[in-house]
């Protein structure tokens, strides 16, 4: 089976993603797309993105090492 690639994190993942995190960040995470209205999916995009780039929005704005 051949995964397919996605642009954005589905919901699905995001679940996923979400459930290995301590309970303190999965809490964090959930209230912070609350508070911005945005998607829990959308909001791990940007936080893992933004720890790789401080300038990304996304991942597909993201290029590591440039933030530096």
């Known amino acids: 089976m051949q995964a397919k690639l996605q642009e954005q994190l ?6 996923v993603i979400l ?3 301590p309970e303190r960040i999965r809490a964090a995470l959930i209230a912070r797309a609350a508070e911005i209205e945005y998607p829990i999916e ?3 995009e940007m936080a893992i993105a933004s720890f790789l780039d401080t ?5 597909a704005d993201c290029k590591p090492g440039r933030g530096e």
């Open 55 to 59: 300038e990304a929005l996304g991942f």
């Open 42 to 44: 959308a909001v791990i």
């Open 10 to 15: 589905s919901l699905a993942d995001a679940e």
């Open 19 to 21: 459930g290995r995190f």
